[in-house]
């Protein structure tokens, strides 16, 4: 059992308004001076099993409490942002709950010939429920309705497989995470929530030490070229479609002690 507090991120709470106008079109970016911190009680258990050696399999149940949770949020048509396109900023939802298990399993073929004893396999995934409650006033009376937790996906999962010896180290990876909540446009209005669509992200790393005290070491990241793609309420409504290529990382370490 374990409590804890997170303060809101410089940007959201910055008073600094970022404005732009496009055609009498004004769109707006800023933070909330008054947000609260995040308070959360955690309570975890979990059992780990070793089979072998640099294996590992493990299974844990979490559930978590959460006040002050901060979501973003688009003021655009309400108070002083009413003639505003967009009026984007962030503010507290009231509570939370997250509930999850997560299951995990490695293991290193080291009881293998060589040079297939330095195979690697492993393997995670988590599944969460999330509901989290905000709310806002109409006509003078306070509603509010249910959300799942902002940036919070149902499922993640990991897939690696990889080699490891006294000269290499080498990893290629997949990465999944389920839909998630992006924005909460309209507090009192679901069918204007935005969400990021699920993504499959496949990546490479490679260590190779040439000498004791000198290492070459690449990494190739997002090799299938997954976008970023968000959506207002059904993913048949695009909201934002960006794509970014692969990137390639390359370096050489000296360690002189």
Same mark, same amino acid.
């Given at each position: 059992w374990t409590n804890s507090i997170v303060r809101p991120g410089f940007a959201q709470l910055s008073p600094g308004q970022l404005i732009e106008? %496009?055609?009498g079109d004004i769109e707006a970016e800023f933070g909330n001076p008054q947000l609260k911190s995040l308070e959360s009680q955690n309570f975890d258990a979990g059992i780990e099993y070793y089979p072998g050696v640099a294996s590992v399999i493990s299974a844990f149940v979490f559930h978590k409490t959460i006040d002050n949770f901060i979501y973003q949020t688009d003021l655009a048509g309400s108070g002083d942002y009413e003639d505003y396109k967009h009026a984007v900023t962030y503010a507290n939802g009231d509570s939370a709950e997250i509930t999850g298990i997560e299951l995990a399993a /490695? $293991?290193? =073929?080291?009881? !293998? *010939? #060589? *040079?297939? @004893?330095g195979l690697l396999i492993g #393997?995670? #995934?988590t599944l969460v429920d999330s509901t989290a409650e905000i709310g806002a006033y109409d006509d003078?009376? =306070?509603?509010a309705r249910d959300i799942s937790m *902002? /940036?919070? /996906? %149902?499922? /993640? #999962? @990991?897939l690696m497989v990889g080699y490891e010896s006294e000269k290499i180290s080498t990893r290629l990876s997949a990465n999944y995470k389920s839909s998630y909540l992006l924005e909460v446009t309209e507090p009192l209005e679901a069918d204007y929530d935005a969400y990021v669509d699920d993504q499959l992200q496949l990546d490479f790393s490679l260590r190779y030490y040439i000498t004791d005290s000198v290492k070459v070491h690449f990494e190739a990241l997002n090799l299938t070229d997954e976008i970023y793609y968000t959506y207002v309420k059904n993913s048949r409504y695009n909201a934002q479609y960006e794509t970014y290529g692969a990137t390639? $990382? !390359?370096?050489v370490s000296f360690m002189l002690f």
């Open positions: 106008e %496009d055609d /490695s $293991k290193q =073929f080291s009881s !293998l *010939p #060589a *040079p297939w @004893n #393997a995670n #995934a003078g009376e =306070f509603v *902002p /940036s919070q /996906s %149902d499922t /993640s #999962a @990991n390639y $990382k !390359l370096g």
